[in-house]
């Protein structure tokens, strides 16, 4: 036996980098032409997107040649990841490489030096992704008088906030009968050829319509939200609640004059990411979004086994890294 070796050891250990706070994943194709670069910012305390974002991090890289960052909220202590944790996200400086943002947080408050980081790249006219809870993604109870404080989901001095401002709407009630109605998601038949809806036909997830009722005439309503008596997806439809939009797009203009494009989905959860269609979607809206053409049918299929927790709060699996999610 080399005597050696255990040293060796030890010192590799010794030196070993510290992970790091986030989870990158690097396209699969291992080319050194310029990959898009998607940031994706997991922070709610119900719908598991410390889940949902990892695998859909992993499939845009590894089918479609995206350049993937998840950050996720933590434990500042000890790193684990943390839904709780409305005040820390490491990572945030990476926003100022980004080509594209994924955001599905809830009621986060982050210092200003990191939130800062997000309002310049909204105002630098960069497009968005935001996912379900987005729309009521910050609120500030801790400090009123940050420079932010306008983007709290409650805002009366900017309107509804971020969520409404920027995206069309904030948080305003659950339209169906949450955790007893699902949703049906109907693709609007004007709008049938639009890129993102390519090879689209319906989706279903488990989570409930939202209430919805300040997006403009401009905002373009690609698929609406059915509500479902049940939480199956042959469940049959409960028509005394109309039609909601579910998935749109909205352009903001800044004051400095540049233009976010946000597409916003309202179904969006760990488990309702089960669903094929609503996947190709969201696949289709990152080619859409970062001007590469969209396949005719983008391939979906989870790299690895996707089996994510049903919705609820304090049901994320504690203890967890986001090294944790580099094996499929």
Known sequence: MNRLLPTLLILATLHAPAAQPWLTFEPADGSASPHPYILLLAGDEEYRSEEGLPMLARLLA?????????LFSQNPDDGTIDPNNQTNVPGMHLLGQADLVILQFRFRELPDPEMRHFVDYLQAGKPLIAL???THAFQY?????SPYAHFDWRSRTWPGGFGQQVLGETWIAHHGEHGRESTRGLVDGRFADHPVLRGVRTVWGPTDVYAIRNLRPTDIVLMHGLVLHGMQPDAPPNYDKPLMPLVWIRDHTWPNGATTRALTSTIGAAVDLQDEDLRRLLVNACYWLTGRPVPPRADVTPVGDYRPSMFGFNQFIRGRKPADYLSP
């Open 62 to 70: 590894h089918r479609h040649g995206f350049r993937c960052t998840v």
């Open 132 to 134: 379900r809870t987005a």
């Open 141 to 145: 109870t801790r400090n009123p008088n």
